[in-house]
C-alpha cells in the first residue's frame, strides 16, 4: 500500500513513519552526517576551526589527512619490498642510473618510483637454433643448422652493456658460422669434420660475446643438420654413395692382404727352413763323402787293382740298376740265365707320367754283375 493512499487501520504515516499530529520531519541530512563525522574525528586528533564569513567555523579534518597520508606512506613502503630468488639476481636503476652490485638472493626492499628493479635469471640453460646457407672454401654451398645453449653469467652486462643480448648472440654466430665454414671444405663440414667445426665456432662465438660484454657463455653448440641444397642433394648423394663403395673396396682389400701377407710370410719361413735343411743335407753328404774317399784312399794304396776292381763294378751295380736293359755274357759261364720279363713287361705297361709326376719306386732287377761282363755282350731291348 502506498503511504498515501487511504488508512490503514484507520491510520494515515508517511515512508519515514510519522504519523498525523506529529512534526513531519523529512528524509535525514547526509551531508550534515557527514559533518558530525569529521567532527568528532577532529575532536579526537585535535583539528582546528575553519573560518568563514556565515561566522559558523567547521573543525578542519587534519586527522583524516593524517590517516590517509599513514597509510599511502604504508603501501608506499610496502611496494617497495621484493624477494630474488636462489636462481636469479637483480640490477637495480636508481633514477636512471645503474648501481655497480647487484641484489643477490634473499628479501629486499627498494623505494619504488625511485629504484627500479630488475630480475634476471642466471641459472637456466637457454637455447637458440639458427638456419642459414653458407659458402664453403672450395665453392660450394651448404645449408647449416645449429643450435646454441648459453646461460647469463653476468647480469649487470647483460642489461646494461648491450641494447638487444638476443639479436647480439644471432649476428655473433652466425658470423663465427661463416668464418669457419668459410675455412673448411664441403666434405668436412657435411661427413667427417662436423665436431671439429662445432668446436671451432664455439670458441670463435665466445670471443665475440666476451668483446661485445654480453655476459653470456656458451655452453655447448652442436652442428644439427648439414646438407648441400636440395636443387644439388641427389647428385651429392651418388658421390656420397660412390665414396662410401671406395672406402668398402679398400676395407675389404686390406682384409685380403691382412690373410695374404701372413700366408706368404709362412711360405717364405717355410722355404728358408727347406733351403737351410737341404744346405745342413749337402754339407754333411759332402763330409761324408770325402771321409769315405780318404778311408778308400788308403784301402787304394794297399790294394790298387782290387780296389779299382771294386769301384768299377760298384759303379756299373748303381748304373744298371736304373736300367731298364739287361746285358748278358754268352760265351762263357752258364747259358741258363734268369731273366725278370714279368717285371719288365710290368714297366712296359705302366702309363708315363702316372700319378701327376710322381716318382715310382725303383725296382732292382734279379742279376748280378760278375767280373765276366767285360766280354763284348749283346743287347737286348725289351
Do not use: C
Not at 512534526?23 to 577532529?42: S, V
Not at 653476468?154 to 648472440?169: C, M, N, Q, R, T
Not at 663465427?176 to 671451432?200: C, P, W, Y
Not at 748278358?328 to 740265365?337: R, S, T
Amino acid at each position: 500500500m502506498a503511504w498515501n493512499e487511504p488508512d490503514n487501520n484507520d491510520r494515515k504515516q508517511d515512508p519515514w513513519g510519522t504519523r498525523p499530529g506529529k512534526k513531519d520531519q523529512g528524509p535525514p541530512d547526509l551531508d550534515k552526517m557527514a559533518d558530525d563525522m569529521l567532527k568528532k574525528l577532529g575532536g579526537i586528533f585535535g583539528g582546528g576551526k575553519r573560518g568563514g564569513s556565515s561566522g559558523g567555523g567547521d573543525l578542519v579534518p587534519g586527522g583524516l589527512v593524517a590517516i590517509v597520508l599513514a597509510i599511502a606512506l604504508g603501501l608506499y613502503a610496502l611496494s617497495g619490498v621484493y624477494t630474488v630468488n636462489e636462481q636469479e639476481r637483480g640490477v637495480v636503476l636508481r633514477l636512471g642510473r645503474a648501481l655497480d652490485n647487484v641484489v643477490l638472493p634473499g628479501l629486499h626492499w627498494n623505494p619504488p618510483l625511485i629504484d627500479s628493479v630488475n630480475i634476471i635469471n642466471v641459472t637456466r640453460v637457454y637455447d637458440q637454433r639458427f638456419n642459414n646457407t653458407m659458402l664453403t672454401e672450395d665453392d660450394n654451398i651448404v645449408d647449416i643448422s645449429m643450435t646454441v645453449q648459453y646461460v647469463i653469467t653476468d647480469a649487470h652486462k647483460y642489461f646494461l652493456e648491450v641494447e638487444d643480448p638476443e639479436i647480439s648472440l644471432q649476428q655473433a654466430a652466425e658470423s663465427a658460422l661463416r668464418h669457419v665454414v668459410g675455412g673448411s671444405k664441403m666434405d668436412d663440414v657435411i661427413n667427417t669434420g662436423r665436431e671439429v667445426l662445432a668446436v671451432e665456432t664455439r670458441d670463435r662465438l665466445q670471443g665475440y660475446l666476451d668483446a661485445y660484454g654480453t655476459g653470456i657463455t656458451v655452453n655447448q653448440l652442436n652442428i644439427a643438420q648439414s646438407q648441400p641444397p636440395p636443387q644439388v642433394r641427389a647428385a651429392f648423394d651418388d658421390v656420397i654413395k660412390a665414396s662410401e663403395d671406395n672406402q668398402s673396396t679398400q676395407n675389404e682389400a686390406r682384409r685380403y692382404a691382412s690373410q695374404v701377407v701372413p700366408e706368404a710370410r709362412g711360405a717364405a719361413r717355410r722355404q728358408m727352413e727347406e733351403a737351410s735343411a737341404y744346405k745342413e743335407q749337402v754339407i754333411a753328404r759332402a763330409q761324408g763323402e770325402a771321409e769315405r774317399f780318404e778311408r778308400l784312399l788308403v784301402e787304394y794304396k794297399k790294394a790298387p787293382e782290387v780296389t779299382r776292381q771294386r769301384l768299377y763294378l760298384d759303379a756299373m751295380q748303381d748304373v744298371m740298376s736304373n736300367s731298364s736293359k739287361v746285358m748278358i755274357d754268352v760265351e762263357g759261364g752258364n747259358n741258363m740265365m734268369y731273366l725278370p720279363l714279368d717285371q719288365l713287361l710290368q714297366r712296359a705297361r705302366r702309363p708315363e707320367g702316372s700319378a701327376q709326376g710322381a716318382v715310382a719306386p725303383q725296382e732292382t732287377p734279379s742279376f748280378t754283375v760278375t767280373p765276366q761282363l767285360r766280354t763284348p755282350a749283346r743287347e737286348v731291348n725289351r
